[in-house]
């Protein structure tokens, strides 16, 4: 600077005006003479100004570089800048007016400026919130990345603070210009300075227009580790200077609208933990692996969660409006037929979540960790028994079929679903709960909030929601509900299957009177009281109902040899993805599939092809929830549709065969618009709907009572079809339709009918086969035609063979074999009529179901079975001892609540559940923490009275296994004794006796009571005698009222020796029950004791 000083100073003073102007009497060699005087005068001053410069220079040590002599580029233009424009005005003159613009454009321009350090993820945000607005809510976007503008208009500017600031004053410039147009534009950009933040602020506030600041955090250890761009590398290796955050300063926003901290995955405890997992995975790997090579989508999740925050802001703020979608749909060029608008045009599959952009992948909360749900979290909840139609309801919310609900239906959601066949949504949670309506959360329903009811209708989405989603309950579950709510606090329940296990915790319960007549009424239309779903799951249900939402959902699976056909929503759109779907097409069925089927499917995939679909994708899709009882079993109409695809009636390369988890209400044109959103939640593009979808007959004794047509129809077969295709809520759900199709005797293939041909011709060259033909050839059990041409004339009133064709062989094989035996009780109590959860068995045991909907019913049955499949009881035949070793017989598993135990009168000694006027029992009081079961070859003597004067509970010696392992029931479980406690029920000594497997991990650490407290804790040797105290409470109206049970000894835990001769005496009193040497009372007379 003391350079250039001096050097200006020189200039103006050597070289003035007036030397350059010939003085007048002056010669030109005189004015040459003067010249030379200034020029050497000039010389001078330099020399001496550069000697000055030089002495100050080496004075303190200091170095100055060339480039430290001249101003920089961006020192120049900050000059230039600070310079008020002359003679430039800005043209507002007869301009459109920024509020006529958004009037006319609907929409709001604006700015989202995102800041933060390079890899705190700005970039990659801000292309996944512009994909999402753009592609699936239909906004006018654009994002102007830093990197991308330093290719172009900032292609001059370099590092330093001026350069820095500048390229934040171009972006914000340009950026102003395209938010006042109605264009969102969205900057990312490191910009470190507050001030220059602040600048670009204060000039939208100038011109009114919505300036948000979106800080994007992030750790400098976080940034570095993720380094998309390597910078950071380079910085530690000294190849780059002047990095943020490392060499060069970064401030923090002080007021940002929103921040984003993507290192905690915007509070996404989900995404966060699949990002440590994946981070713990990757350092643990032999060779050198980045976290994100390992596991190349776990960001997913993280950037999801971090763009649904940023979206909800918006939402929020007004700046979109998601209600309004009018994304226009261009079908690619090389389509062969142009789409209409309304319907989906050729890409990736994709699922829809109601409420949510086209294209959102369906929500769910499944846990798959099974130890969870064996765990204190699940066992020490207040369990809420299901019926299996229950089950499948809690399956289709937890894997996302009924997306955006999130949880059985609130009171709030229940009136709206009944009454407008649609629920109110609010994605962005102001209204205290996103799903149930207004009131929702722990203080449930609250009819009287207005405000709250106005509030969900200005933030709301109105979504399709056209059947009630709901779970009774009975008084006694409403009042160990209401207990637990008393005693404040977060309230949560476990849903408990009939099988006895856990398959969903459920938040913020709420309990409310199920008014029957009114859902009656309103979902079905009919006062049919004997229509089959009425009856059996409405009628016969619990008077009051369950809401609230789902926090975790079991992977359920029902053990029924099916469970390889049970995909979720995402399961399947990997599935379509995998087989290269650009579409995909649901068919669904409840009966087995024909050549009639076939034809619909294999048309309906002709018509996406023509119009321009390269491979679309037939999804096959068997209803496997509740259905009538005269219906085809689930796992025939699996097994047939799994020959159809054998066989190749049906192409397996663009076909998936999945069961849809749903109930069937059949409710006619009302239950097929949730037929077909729930398809669309799972990928499917377009729907195949056919006559009467969803129908049902009038019953005999509804018929006869009102003058109606035995047989006749509730609802017109057409009304389904046609309400399905004007029906609001279903997105760009399009449809497929075909008439009716008929075997053409001349090929044996399906065919419409002929325009124009008469009855006369009709008759002689088609047949028609309707569903209740072919199980009359199925009862009939006949066999296929030989040919086309021994379908004898009379076909039509007497079908004595099935014509070629019309099912493939091994398929028909399957239906006559059912049809053959289905009214044999054994064929009945195995068949699987729905999706039925069955309890898991040991393999050495076999088992008989029953067909009873949510109950096991008295013929389900787990036997005991030896190396040759025979029968043994698991009481006699099972030794008490291998070597020095007890073996314990399991009746029901941890984490289990169904009381399961060996039946002492049946032969063989079945394990079944107990049962309590003819219901199955439960444990109310919550979960097992334990495995239940048996020591075999022991019984406690009914006829002997011990020193207290109780006699004994006529069982054999129960036994609490209290390791880590569940084990499936029927399992023979080795174990090592413990201790045991001396109960007391009912006047009688109940013996328990506590052990723990030999092959668990601790076994070989634990050794009796005091041990087993120092190593699982005071915690699990207490709840033991809680459990044994308290289980019985909670079955009485009042369970704080209620007696407990009490024990011998103080509640004291008896030691090894002392349970070991409990259990020696058991065995010696068991040896005289079976030699006949004890008096045969009336509570042993019944006992199958073997031969």
Known sequence: ????????????????????????????????????????????????????????????????????????????????????????????????????????????????????????????????????????????????????????????????????????????????????????????????????????????????????????????????????????????????????????????????????????????????????????????????????????????????????????????????????????????????????????????????????????????????????????????????????????????????????????????????????????????????????????????????????????????????????????????????????????????????????????????????????????????????????????????????????????????????????????????????????????????????????????????????????????????????????????PLDIRVKQHQAVLDEGMLDKTWTVLAIWPSPMVYSGPTEVQWHAKSRRVAGADYFIVGRDPAGLTYSPEYAQAHGQKKGGDVYDPDHGRYVLQVSPGMGKLGLLASGAVHYDKTDGEMKPKPAGMTKEEFEQRFLSISGSKMREMGRMMVDVCDSIEAIPSTWAQNPTCVPPKFMVPSGWKIMREYYKNKDEPLVKANAVMQSKQIPHIAKAAKMVNATKVGLPGDLFAVYLTNEEGNNISPWHDVPLKTGDTYNMVVEFPKGTNSKFEVQKELPFNPIKQDTKNGLPRFYTYGLSFFNNGLFPQTWEDSSLRDEAGNLGDNDPLDVMEVGSIAYPMGSVVPVKILGSLALVDSGETDWKVIAISTEDPDAEKITDIASLRAIKGDGLVDRIVNWLRFYKTTDKKDPDEASPNTFLKNAEYQSVAETVNVIEHTHQRWNLLRSGSVDQTDKIKDFWLRP
């Open 1 to 632: 600077l003391k350079l250039q000083f001096l050097y200006f100073i020189g200039i103006m003073s050597a070289r003035r005006p007036e030397h350059y102007k010939r003085p007048a009497g002056n010669s030109v060699g005189d004015v040459k003479a003067g010249m030379v005087q200034s020029n050497t005068k000039l010389l001078m001053m330099v020399v001496c100004g550069l000697a000055v410069v030089v002495m100050l220079m080496f004075k303190d040590g200091s170095k100055v570089t060339p480039k430290n002599q001249c101003p920089t580029i961006g020192q120049l233009r900050s000059k230039v800048l600070g310079q008020a424009s002359q003679n430039i005005f800005y043209d507002t003159f007869d301009a459109i007016k920024h509020t006529d613009r958004v009037n006319a454009v609907g929409q709001v321009g604006a700015t989202l400026w995102l800041t933060g350090l390079s890899g705190s993820g700005k970039s990659t945000i801000g292309k996944a919130l512009e994909r999402r607005l753009v592609m699936e809510d239909g906004v006018h976007m654009y994002r102007l990345d830093g990197d991308n503008l330093r290719f172009g208009l900032s292609k001059d500017l370099r590092l330093s603070p001026e350069d820095r600031a500048e390229a934040v004053r171009r972006a914000y410039e340009v950026s102003l210009m395209m938010a006042d147009s109605g264009t969102l534009s969205l900057v990312s950009l490191i910009s470190p300075y507050r001030k220059d933040r602040d600048a670009a602020r204060e000039l939208h506030d100038k011109f009114h227009i919505p300036f948000l600041e979106v800080f994007v955090q992030v750790d400098i250890s976080t940034a570095e580790e993720n380094d998309p761009k390597g910078l950071y590398k380079k910085v530690r290796e000294g190849k780059i200077k002047g990095m943020t955050g490392i060499d060069a300063p970064y401030e923090i926003p002080v007021n940002p609208e929103i921040t984003l901290n993507t290192g905690t995955c915007c509070e996404n405890a989900a995404a966060l933990d699949r990002l440590t997992q994946c981070k713990n995975e990757a350092k643990n790997l032999p060779i050198k692996t980045k976290y994100q090579d390992h596991c190349p989508n776990v960001l997913e999740g993280c950037i999801n969660a971090c763009v649904d925050q940023f979206r909800e802001l918006l939402i929020a703020k007004k700046i979109i409006n998601v209600n309004k979608k009018s994304v226009p749909q261009i079908a690619p060029a090389e389509c062969t037929k142009a789409t209409k608008s309304i319907e989906p045009v050729p890409g990736e599959a994709t699922g829809h979540a109601d409420g949510y952009p086209e294209g959102t992948t369906p929500h769910d909360v499944i846990e798959e960790n099974e130890d969870f749900w064996r765990s204190d979290a699940v066992t020490m909840l207040q369990p809420v028994p299901l019926k299996d139609v229950d089950v499948q309801w809690v399956q289709v919310i937890g894997e996302g079929w009924s997306s955006p609900l999130k949880g059985p239906m609130r009171e709030s959601a229940l009136v709206q679903a009944l009454h407008f066949n649609s629920m109110l949504f609010d994605p962005t949670g102001e209204n205290g709960g996103d799903v149930s309506g207004y009131g929702a959360g722990a203080k449930g329903t609250n009819f009287g909030d207005s405000q709250g009811a106005a509030k969900m209708v200005q933030n709301g989405e109105r979504v399709s929601m056209p059947v009630p989603i709901v779970i009774p309950v009975n008084a006694q579950t409403k009042n160990l509900i209401n207990r637990q709510q008393k005693k404040g606090g977060k309230v949560q329940v476990v849903l408990v299957s009939p099988a006895g296990e856990p398959v969903a915790i459920l938040d913020d319960p709420e309990v409310y009177p199920f008014r029957k007549e009114e859902m009656i009424a309103r979902s079905w239309g009919s006062w049919d009281l004997n229509h089959p779903y009425i009856k059996e799951n409405i009628l016969e249900a619990g008077e009051y109902l369950l809401g609230g939402e789902l926090s975790k959902v079991r992977k359920i699976r029902y053990n029924d040899g099916l469970d390889q056909w049970r995909l979720t929503p995402k399961e399947l759109i990997t599935k379509f993805k995998e087989k290269g779907a650009d579409g995909v097409f649901a068919f669904q069925t409840r009966n087995p599939t024909h050549a009639g089927h076939a034809h619909l499917m294999k048309d309906g995939r002709k018509q996406l092809l023509e119009r321009g679909y390269r491979n679309p994708v037939l999804w096959l899709s068997p209803l496997g929830g509740w259905t009538k009882d005269d219906d085809v």
